[in-house]
């Protein structure tokens, strides 16, 4: 089946410093995912993002769907930016997301 | 507020017992899921539900059970053949014909005992 790999596995960055998540898969893809979860174990929609570019206020995120790989970008970050950033793919007529093993952000102040 | 609620939050069960989780969301949601997620790990499918009536197992299905006798309510229930049981669990819900892109609840964490 489809893989999905994330690096790096774990960052940690200065409060206002710029960071790049990245999200690697092994096949085509109808859909990708990326979510923030909180210290409190909610996970939170960043994106759907399948191709394409996208923004929402201090992140953005890039799906090239041909090389089979997607970034998330964290600009200016903030103490708030904590936690675990997954990617979720899904593919083909499966429903099924399958995901990576997140990336473990710190931000200190 | 529309949204998708988890009950209860946190839960403790001996060994031995069965125990059901509530899952209810109000977004009008086609389809359901259920998930778990051990420390360190992604989340891995357990059980999910495409239409009223109707669910197909995951990945690890083994030792739980689910019911989907409204569209509203997709409960989880871990039985005592779940050898381990002690996770986080997450539900999902989708909306039919928008993708696949899927949103959470807020999770209940099970510790056995």
């Known amino acids: 089946g489809i893989q999905v790999e994330q690096s790096p596995p774990d960052l940690i960055l200065q409060e206002g410093a710029n960071s790049t998540l990245r999200c690697n898969f092994s096949?085509?893809?109808?859909?990708l995912q990326w979510f923030h979860q909180n210290p409190w174990g909610q996970l939170i929609n960043l994106f759907y993002?399948?191709?394409?570019?996208k923004q929402n206020g201090r992140l953005s995120a890039t799906t090239v769907a041909t090389e089979r790989y997607s970034l998330l970008y964290i600009s200016s970050s903030q103490t708030t930016d904590s936690g675990v950033y997954f990617c979720?793919?899904?593919?083909?007529?499966?429903?099924?997301?399958?995901w990576g093993l997140g990336t473990s952000l710190a931000v200190n102040p | 507020d529309g949204g998708i609620t988890q009950s209860p939050k946190y839960l403790f069960r001996k060994e031995g017992q069965n125990v059901t989780l509530s899952c209810e969301q109000n977004?009008?949601?086609?389809?359901m899921y259920w998930y778990r997620q051990d420390p360190g790990q992604g989340l891995r499918l357990i059980y999910y539900?495409?239409?009223?009536?109707?669910?197909q197992k995951g990945d690890i299905a083994e030792g739980y059970s689910v019911s989907r006798e409204k569209k509203e309510s997709f409960p989880l229930t871990v039985t005592s053949a779940q050898k381990n049981p002690t996770a986080f669990y997450l539900c999902?819900?989708?909306?039919?014909?928008?993708?696949?892109?899927?949103?959470f609840g807020p999770g209940t964490r099970l510790t056995v005992l």
């Open positions: 977004l009008n949601h086609d389809a």
């Open positions: 993002i399948p191709s394409g570019t």
């Open positions: 999902a819900s989708r909306l039919a014909g928008a993708g696949n892109e899927q949103f």
């Open positions: 539900s495409q239409i009223v009536n109707d669910f």
């Open positions: 979720a793919v899904n593919a083909g007529n499966n429903r099924k997301l399958i």
């Open positions: 096949d085509s893809v109808n859909n």
